[in-house]
């Protein structure tokens, strides 16, 4: 591996753990559900817009049924009539009208079967968002009294030390080694006096 690499390799490490030890769970938490429940959102219009599809697919559908059904009144009358040439034609209307009802009925069936799958993706969405936010709340606490144990423990190894200890040992001995050099010169001063 050449210097360029090496120095990249160290470049992006130090970069990884300058970032990893940024990083707050708490805050990186929140921003995930925050992210989760705009996604929600996002797929909760996307459900709206299938569901629209299906309900305007339905409308036609209904639509070519009913247009059906009035040239079929239509060739009745006609044949009542004696007028079997419009009577035909009637028909062949209606014909026309079922075939694109077929059409429709074919198209709506399959929307609907997209939209109800939709709408559960959704539901399954949004229990996995409420699950991801209640183990939210429980990982930020576990990370809060793993921070405080770190720092607990941070704290009693600093004091357990020898050198602290040695210090303060250091300074008793010179308190005392006063008291002695203070007691002494009262004394010589009384042996003087």
């Given amino acids: 591996m050449g210097i360029w690499g090496r120095i990249s390799t160290l470049v992006k490490s130090n970069i990884n753990a300058l970032i990893s030890k940024a990083e707050d769970p708490e805050k ?7 992210d989760m429940r705009q996604q929600f959102l996002e797929a909760r219009k996307q459900v709206a817009v299938s569901i629209a599809d299906e309900k305007r697919l339905k409308r036609q559908y209904e639509q ?4 059906a059904q009035e040239w079929e009144k239509k060739a009745m009358v006609a044949v009542k009539a004696g007028r079997d040439d419009l009577a035909g034609q009637a028909l062949a209307r209606k014909a026309e009208h079922d075939k694109l009802a077929e059409e429709w009925q074919q198209q709506w069936v399959a929307q609907k079967q997209a939209a109800d799958q939709l709408r559960n993706a959704l539901t399954q969405l949004n ?16 990370a809060k009294r793993a921070e405080a144990q770190k720092k607990i423990q941070d704290t009693m190894s600093g004091i357990g030390d020898n050198s602290a200890f040695d210090t303060f040992a250091r300074m008793e001995e010179k308190v005392d080694q006063k008291e002695a050099e203070a007691q002494a010169a009262v004394e010589l001063a009384g042996d003087a006096g």
Avoid: P
């Avoid at 990186?28 to 925050?34: F, S």
């Avoid at 229990?127 to 576990?142: D, G, P, T, Y």
């Fill in 28 to 34: 990186i938490l929140n921003q995930l559900i925050i």
């Fill in 64 to 67: 070519e049924l009913e247009k």
């Fill in 127 to 142: 229990a996995k968002i409420q699950e991801a936010s209640r183990k939210k709340n429980l990982l930020i606490a576990r």
